[in-house]
């Protein structure tokens, strides 16, 4: 059967009726979509979605930082 789910942050197959854990990111720019197989690998990827939004809002290639603008 290859429709089951598969852990989004270990890769670990996940049966029917086990229990899951969505991963919900906000200001990521490119959020992990997917179901993790534990609150552990559910809150590994929450915290790399937030560390890749912090390193987008402070980067030069983000249209909106006004760090380096002569307003």
Do not use: H, Q
Not at 17 to 26: F, I, N, Q, S
Not at 44 to 64: D, H, M, T, V
């Amino acid at each position: 059967m290859g429709d089951r789910l598969r852990c989004m942050s270990c890769g670990t197959e996940i049966r029917d009726g086990e229990p899951t854990w969505e991963v919900k990111a906000y200001f990521d720019p490119n959020p992990p979509r997917g179901v993790a197989c534990s609150s552990r690998c559910a809150d590994k990827k929450r915290n790399e979605s937030k560390l890749r939004a912090i390193l987008w809002y402070n980067s030069l290639a983000n249209p909106f930082n006004s760090k380096e603008r002569n307003d």
